[in-house]
């Protein structure tokens, strides 16, 4: 997979932003959080693949807690939250109260339109503000094209005593996937293989390509009239 110019560089700004926006509520809602939250003790570290299938996309995640001042409330410490935000171009949803539970639990989420995204969450139990968000998934390489396999077992490099599995034939790779263990769906979306349940390999031969004669059942000795 050939690297996107530039992509890297625009996910660490990306990363920046959205890191000193963090650190910026921080300063505000829950004083002395975000005070020591500089550059070298909240590092951006190295992006995650977003998509465990094709390790194309990749974001950056940031996540501290801090503690709010003594009387303010969860529910208000968000508020005040989603009023900075908006004032700055966020669409924010919240402070939503959580169902369920004795204690009143809040989540406010903001989005930006460069794509970045916050969530904040406090609840009255105690005093704690968790902070976390995401950049947008960027593409850091151009996904590989699919290469069907190559085979593991051919007629002429069968195991004396067995016959090249009848499913594959002697592919060793689940011959309906090519051995990706998945097949692409509604963009970004993936579907795990049917035939081989996401293992990729043949289900009959298990990788081997190739079939014990003596195993064989009655079923599987009719693929073989040869026999």
Known sequence: MGEVLGAREELDRLGRVLRAWLVGLAEELTPGAGAGLGPGLLPLGVPEAVDRYEASSYRHSVAFRGERPAGAGAADTLAWAAGLLAAAGWEVTGPEEEAGGAVRRYVLTARHPDGNRIELRSDDGGPGVR?????????????????????????????????????CDGLGACDQCGGRGWFPDRPPGHRRCPAC??????????????????????YQQGYYPEL
Do not use: K, W
């Not at 947008?136 to 004396?160: F, M, N």
């Not at 390999?201 to 298990?206: A, E, G, K, Q």
């Open 131 to 167: 902070y976390g968000g995401r950049t947008p998934a960027v593409v850091l390489r151009e996904p590989a094209e699919s290469r069907r396999p190559e085979p593991v077992r051919t007629p002429g490099t069968v195991t004396p005593g067995f016959v090249l599995c009848y499913e």
């Open 197 to 218: 349940s996401g293992r990729r390999v043949c289900p009959i031969c298990r990788g081997g390509g190739q079939l014990a004669i003596s195993d064989l059942s009655a």
